[in-house]
């Protein structure tokens, strides 16, 4: 076909209108909708890996734990075990989350968390504030293995960037409780597949307390998966790695893994 000045002129036109259709688009995402929609992403009605986590302190000197986790998507409800399984300080501790969704009306129910300890032969319930301290050491608290709701921070999108190779929208969280540890969140969450590429967390002074920073973002078994994690305390100086291997999903698993007296068993399967 042969391209006329008129029809050069027509598909300009109409190349134009889109570039513009999809910058308005682009424009009416708000914070929450972006934050919405990371929320949302697809993770399958179960999934299975194992994990290295490595822990390095400031003066460099690290300690490797490998852990294995289960998780299972009841519809309203997400239940997930993680048990450490080596070194031998650590070896059996294992840790269940029930994660709830948000009700019709708004509110947000609070998860329900357990920590076996063998030398203590308990579960002991993670409740409340509980919730903000250190996982098991690590730079990660037990709120940033779990999910956290929608509706206890306000939204605002900053602008755009790219971090990473990587086109992102930079999001700011701030949450409806300032007696948080970390009440303030900066995150920058990828335009491709809304997985979050980076995040920083700040302290009730609005002082960088811990940085994100999210690497080996691919597809498996048809589902965005983030298979290492590095968090680092820029306070202290201590950062954790995660690293996940053997990642599956919509495996069969057996429901009575997920019970807290499941977790005194010391095996997940």
């Known amino acids: ?12 036109a109409l190349l134009f209108a889109s570039a513009v259709l999809s910058s308005a688009y682009a424009q009416e995402l708000t914070g929450y909708d972006i934050a919405k929609r990371s929320h949302e992403v697809p993770e399958g009605e179960t999934s299975a890996y194992k994990a290295t986590m490595t822990l390095t302190s400031k003066k460099g000197k690290s300690r490797v734990r490998e852990v294995l986790m289960r998780s299972k998507d009841y519809g309203d409800t997400k239940k997930s075990v993680i048990y450490f399984v080596t070194p031998k300080d650590v070896a059996g501790v294992s840790y269940l989350s029930f994660e709830y969704d948000d009700k019709p009306d708004g509110t947000s129910p609070d998860s329900d968390n357990w920590l076996y300890m063998p030398a203590m032969k308990k579960v002991r319930r993670i409740s409340g504030s509980g919730k903000s301290d250190d996982f098991m050491g690590t730079d990660f608290t037990y709120e940033d293995i779990g999910e956290r709701s929608l509706t206890k921070d306000s939204y605002t999108l900053l602008g755009e960037e790219t971090v990473g190779g990587a086109d992102c929208w930079k999001v700011e ?20 597949n809304y997985l979050p590429q980076k995040a920083e967390f700040y302290d ?3 002082t960088l307390h811990r940085e994100l920073l999210c690497e080996g973002i691919r597809k498996i078994d048809g589902y965005w998966t983030t298979t290492k994690m590095t968090m ?4 202290t100086g201590h950062s954790t790695v995660i690293e996940m291997k053997d990642v599956s999903y919509d495996i069969a698993m ?6 807290v007296s499941s977790l005194q068993k010391g095996k997940i399967k």
Do not use: C
Not at 173 to 192: H, N, Y
Not at 254 to 259: E, G
């Open 1 to 12: 076909m042969k391209l006329t000045k008129r029809s050069f002129a027509v598909l300009s």
């Open 204 to 206: 009730r002074q609005n």
């Open 254 to 259: 057996d429901d009575s893994m997920f019970t």
């Open 232 to 235: 680092r305390n820029v306070q």
């Open 173 to 192: 969280a701030v949450s409806k409780d300032g007696s948080e540890k970390d009440p303030r969140r900066v995150t920058w969450i990828r335009k491709d």
